[in-house]
């Protein structure tokens, strides 16, 4: 996204050509399969509006979510605009309401790519702490380092990878 957003045309293309593929999938996950046809239609409509809104992305954000949110606007307003009320049994309706992590798994890996950047200790205790939800004790307790060891580690791989990020954002602008 940002060498398309530098005027790399075929950094762009590449971009739309997965995002395609990407939209396809999200759009025939929650169409049913009377309206999987409009599919299509709908992942052109995400992409002009995404081409069109692509000032508007941060770069210090994740594209995934970016992309995603205009995909889930555009997919209300078909609906809408279909008059489209589907109903299921109740039986089926955990299906519907279960979480869907297809939209973060962009995200995710994003995540996942910075935290390889770190030494293994800080890593575990960095996910320990802020994505695994333990308290700092908790973490203690998994790691065997005392809590203060676990407080400092913490915030020096947040500060390691807060500058990472800028580092990088830097190079791409």
Known sequence: MLAGLAGDATAYRRLLDALSRHLRAFYGRRLSSALRGEAEDLV???LIAMHARRGT???EQPLTAWVYAIARYKLIDF???RQVRQTLPLEEASQVFAADESETT???HDVEKLLA???AKSRAVLRAVKLDGLSV???AAQTGMSESAVKV???RAMKNL???TEESGDENR
Do not use: F, I, N, W
């Open 44 to 46: 052109q409509e995400t």
């Open 57 to 59: 992305y941060d770069p």
């Open 79 to 81: 609906l809408r605009r």
């Open 106 to 108: 962009g995200a995710k």
């Open 117 to 119: 950047t770190l030494p």
């Open 137 to 139: 004790a908790e973490a």
């Open 153 to 155: 580690s913490v915030h």
């Open 162 to 164: 807060a500058a990472r």
